[in-house]
């Protein structure tokens, strides 16, 4: 099974940190100076690196890739859009996951499973960095797969090999705030 390109790009960036204080991480902000142009997402007004940024993770890694970026993808509950991306009835390798979380949501992409059948999740903002974490499958509200852009809108749906999820390892702790 070949590698997602949305999948691919976000693994770049494996370990990428926020930085507590003043000082911003250089990559985000760019990431957000970005936003704006990759379909019809709105644009960031702010330009620092503590606002929850999961969704701007998410929206980097598809709008470079060429795939759809919802209009508020700075909400986690954006991403749940049946109109602009099929959704799913199970988690496929590769499909925005949504969750609930005290306080708000949280966005990410579903990369595999653990041996207790946690999602393990590529996402931002995941301890304040860009991380592959467990989640436990009871958060998730919504598994979506990305439409591509090409000037407009065209849904599209994952192949069916991508519904076997890969079992990675994990100490068996759950993210439980992504905050």
């Not at 999948?7 to 957000?32: C, D, F, P, V």
């Not at 609930?100 to 946690?118: A, E, I, S």
């Not at 591509?148 to 065209?154: D, P, Q, S, T, Y």
Request: hydrophobic share 40%.
């Amino acid at each position: 099974m070949s590698e997602l390109a949305w999948i691919a790009e976000g693994r770049k960036y494996l370990g990428l940190r926020e930085i507590k204080g003043s000082k911003h991480n250089q990559t985000l902000l760019r990431w957000l100076g970005d936003m704006g142009q990759y379909s019809h997402e709105s644009k960031a007004w702010w330009r620092d690196d503590e606002t929850p940024w999961c969704g701007l993770f998410v929206g980097h890694c598809l709008g470079v890739t060429n795939r759809y970026v919802v209009k508020n993808w700075f909400r986690a509950s954006a991403w749940a859009d049946s109109l602009v991306m099929m959704r799913l009835d199970q988690p496929a390798y590769g499909c925005i996951v949504t969750f609930t979380r005290q306080g708000g949501g949280h966005v990410g992409f579903v990369v595999g499973k653990d041996t207790r059948g946690n999602l393990m999740v590529l996402g931002g903002n995941q301890g304040d960095a860009v991380s592959i974490a467990a989640f436990a499958m009871s958060r998730a509200t919504g598994f979506y797969w990305p439409s591509k852009w090409v000037g407009k809108l065209v849904k599209s749906v994952p192949s069916a090999t991508r519904y076997t999820l890969p079992v990675l390892s994990s100490t068996g702790k759950l993210s439980t705030n992504e905050a």
